[in-house]
């Protein structure tokens, strides 16, 4: 009997453990994947021609209908991501009231790119200008929205780790 204890110990460890994580980083692997298919380039904004740099570097949020409804959409990115404003959000209606998260958006600007989104509320945009979802603005959508948008939203540089010298 106390032989079999490190026997099955050692068993855990030889095929259990491994097998529990690759069972686990199959899972991100599969998320990743599915993401990634989901958030496949649509189309693309020449950022050559973002004259007012509103694209370049920063993932971005266009929204297409009076975004006065989108309030609390509003204060979810503003909640998720911060005042930082590592994600610009955009609104295409100029008569809505404005808020500290949204921006409006220049009329005319891009706007042969936008036309083919207009029936969608939400069009996501990378920080090298490809558009990379259009969400309608049911709940479902929205979670997708915040969720493919924390996925792009590259992640701040970290300072490297130093050693202080006595």
């Given amino acids: 009997m106390r032989k079999s204890i490190p026997v099955i110990i050692f068993l855990v460890f030889l095929v259990v453990v491994p097998f529990l994580t690759w069972l686990n980083l199959r899972k991100g692997l599969d998320y990743r994947l599915h993401t990634k298919e989901e958030l496949r380039v649509k189309d693309s904004i020449d950022l050559q021609l973002d004259t007012l740099f509103l694209f370049k570097g920063k993932t971005s949020i266009i929204i297409t209908r009076p975004f006065d409804r989108f309030l609390d959409f509003t204060k979810a990115i503003e909640q998720i991501f911060g005042t930082d404003k590592a994600v610009n959000v955009y609104a295409l209606d100029n008569t809505s009231r404005q808020s500290s998260t949204v921006t409006s958006f220049p009329k005319n600007y891009f706007s042969n790119t936008l036309e083919k989104y207009s029936d969608k509320t939400f069009i996501l945009i990378d920080t090298s200008g490809y558009i990379r979802n259009v969400y ?24 490297s780790i130093e050693f202080k010298n006595r």
């Fill in 136 to 159: 309608n603005d049911n709940n479902e959508d929205i979670a997708k929205l915040l969720e493919h948008t924390s996925v792009l939203v590259p992640e701040k540089k970290r300072g």
